[in-house]
């Protein structure tokens, strides 16, 4: 069962990702050439904004779901509910903080960095976002947990599904009729409302049952949950902050440039997440049931891994040989403003490759509950990314990911090193993962990005050839060198993504 959820969820996340990644792809450039990069940059920092308020909540819903593994595990719906409502109770009450520091702090950050907006219009588009994250924190975070645990994340799936096709139907209409851009806006808000009904009734049909006598006792203390705040405040404000340090330091239409290099690499990013988030409860249903056989849960982690190697060592050639060139098609003629820079696809490519390997880590840190022993180590390391980005941006705006890879380089040694001393027996081969993938990308894009662009030179033909030949030759070269660094686990991966192939299923465990 443990390994069928993990599939279906896997399976639902990525079909949701790859159409949204498709629409979303077309979104920034029609933003741009409808309302201009000012709005496209001030989307994406309202965006980021927002991801940083977000704090208010990190961290509960991490430790929470390590706290419900075991009980869901027992059949324990006592503790499941108390933990729950415990919850839910929280958030009802942080919902409240998160929009008054949403409606002030958003415009003191923004006002003075817009020039062609409005002023009562830039305050609108803040008070209709707040909301829309007010309703988000107040309801759907405790659906999230919920389905998560329960290893039903393609309910979850299904209802940003609904969220995005009813934002996407808004934003076409404002694009066609070239409305107001706070209309953009309001279709986020729509979507939003649509999705916290449809959780609403499945979370009623599904659960509720079982634990509403135990919505009175609220007053459950999660474990570890300061500490996965720190963790968490360190590890959002990294991701939030290249955009608002470029505003900061240059302009929303520096911002707008990084926003559609962001856009490719969100993608990326999003898939990942999606495999991540699917997998991450069937994991920690394993380790919880399997904490004398760490042996067997550690040859789990990285036979994951080895899949990821090979899909990220395609990636890694891909991009560093198409990612400019795309970035040249995508925005011709579109603007008169330059979006075209090596630096920042070499760097912000570089972070990708590391974010994703790190998630692994953060999988079995979540898992385990190993929060209090990142503790310190993540806010020295975080501090130390923030000031090299602040320098680095200073001299130039395309190197401000620098602190970025930093922070997931370290962090990512820091967790290995940790969960191979105190948890699983890991091989010194997870860590070097990493580092060949960064690597065989830093090579190919010295060697092919700049004649590759020169090369395809805008023409999107080109650029699909050139894409299917590197795709080829990028699956080839992934599959030769995993085979050169460990045989055996490229021959269990091959086998395990043949039997997907097959509609056959991978066994997480040899107890499913």
Known sequence: MRTKNALVNTLSGMIYQIVNMILGMLVPRYIIMVYGSEINGLTSNIHQYINILNLLQAGLIAASGYEMYKPIASGDNKTVGRIYY???????????????????????????????????????????MALNGY??????????????????????????????????????????????????????????????????????????????QYKDQTGYKIRN?????????????????????????????HASIYSVYLMIISAFKSIFDTIQNAITPSFGDLYARNEKEKAHVADVFEM?????????????????????????????????????????????????????????????????GLYKDF???????????????????????QLVYIGIIVYYLFAMVQRFVVIRKKVLNLSLKCIARPLVSVLLYVIC????????????????????????????????????????????????????????LKRKSINFSTKD
């Open 86 to 128: 415990s919850d839910r109770d929280y958030f009802k009450k942080m919902s409240r903080v998160y929009f008054a520091l949403a409606v002030i702090v958003m415009p003191i950050m923004l006002i003075g960095k817009v020039e062609m907006i409005n002023i009562t219009e830039l305050i609108g588009s803040i008070l209709i």
């Open 135 to 212: 309703l988000t924190f107040k309801y759907a975070c405790c659906y999230d947990l919920m389905f998560a645990v329960y290893q039903k994340k393609y309910i979850l799936f299904i209802s940003l599904s609904l969220e995005r096709l009813i934002y996407y139907i808004v934003l076409f209409f404002c694009l066609l009729f070239r409305c107001n851009y706070n209309w953009m806006y309001v279709g986020y808000l729509l979507g939003t409302i649509a999705k916290l009904l449809y959780l609403r009734y499945k979370f009623k049909r599904m659960y509720e049952k079982s634990i509403i």
């Open 225 to 253: 949950q300061y500490y996965v705040l720190s963790e968490q405040i360190v590890f959002r404000i990294i991701d939030s902050i290249p955009i608002l340090i470029v505003t900061k330091m240059y302009s929303l239409n």
């Open 375 to 397: 503790f310190k180590g993540n806010i020295v390391i975080g501090l130390l990314a923030l000031v090299v980005s602040i320098i680095c941006s200073g001299f130039d705006f």
């Open 304 to 368: 994951i891994q080895g899949v990821y190697f090979i899909v990220l060592n395609v990636i890694s050639i891909c991009l560093s040989v198409l990612f400019v060139a795309f970035i040249d098609i995508y925005m011709a003629k579109s603007q008169t403003l330059n979006y075209v820079y090596n630096g920042i696809a070499l760097f912000i490519s570089l972070h990708m490759i590391l974010y994703i390997y790190f998630t692994l880590y953060n999988m079995v840190t979540n898992a385990v």
């Open 445 to 500: 894009y010295y060697i092919f990005a700049d004649k590759m662009l020169a090369a395809i030179n805008g023409n999107l033909v080109k650029w699909l050839v050139a894409a299917g030949v590197s795709g080829i030759i990028g699956t080839i070269v992934s599959i030769v060198i995993s085979i050169f660094i460990d045989k055996k686990q490229c021959v269990v991966v091959l086998k395990g993504i043949s039997s997907i």
